[in-house]
Nanobody
Framework: QVQLVESGGGSVQTGGSLRLSCAAS????????MGWFRQAPGKAREFVAG???????YYAASAKGRFTISRDNALNTAYLQMNSLKPEDTAVYYC???????????????WGRGTQVTVSS
């Protein structure tokens, strides 16, 4: 069983930056694809970015060019660097782990509890 704990959320103004971290335990971290999803109030959860065990990455169109996903297998931690934040990025951000890189949440087996990101204008 893999446990995921997110951190790094907070409140920033438009144009600001945040780095989210996801600490994993209880599994073989370097064999998993790690992903980030987000859910805004009243909206469905959506894919943001993913990174495979081989460090292949994929981004949602909304994240491309502004967000960077990375991983440190030695620390069992995944990251999401978010720059040029916009009010529409406001959401709860969830870390997830699964066997393959996919944009579908059903493709991931383990989920963290989420961290709130609020971007004010």
């Amino acid at each position: 069983q893999v446990q995921l704990v997110e951190s790094g959320g907070g409140s920033v103004q438009t144009g600001g930056s945040l780095r989210l971290s996801c600490a994993a335990s209880g599994g073989t971290f370097n064999s998993y694809t790690m992903g980030w999803f987000r859910q805004a109030p009243g909206k469905a959860r959506e894919f943001v970015a993913g990174i495979s065990w081989s460090t292949a990455t994929y981004y949602a169109a909304s994240a491309k060019g502004r967000f960077t996903i990375s991983r440190d297998n030695a620390l069992n931690t995944a990251y999401l660097q978010m720059n040029s934040l916009k009010p529409e990025d406001t959401a709860v951000y969830y870390c997830t782990a699964g066997p393959r890189l996919t944009t579908s949440e059903v493709g991931y087996d383990y989920w963290g509890r989420g961290t709130q990101v609020t971007v004010s204008s």
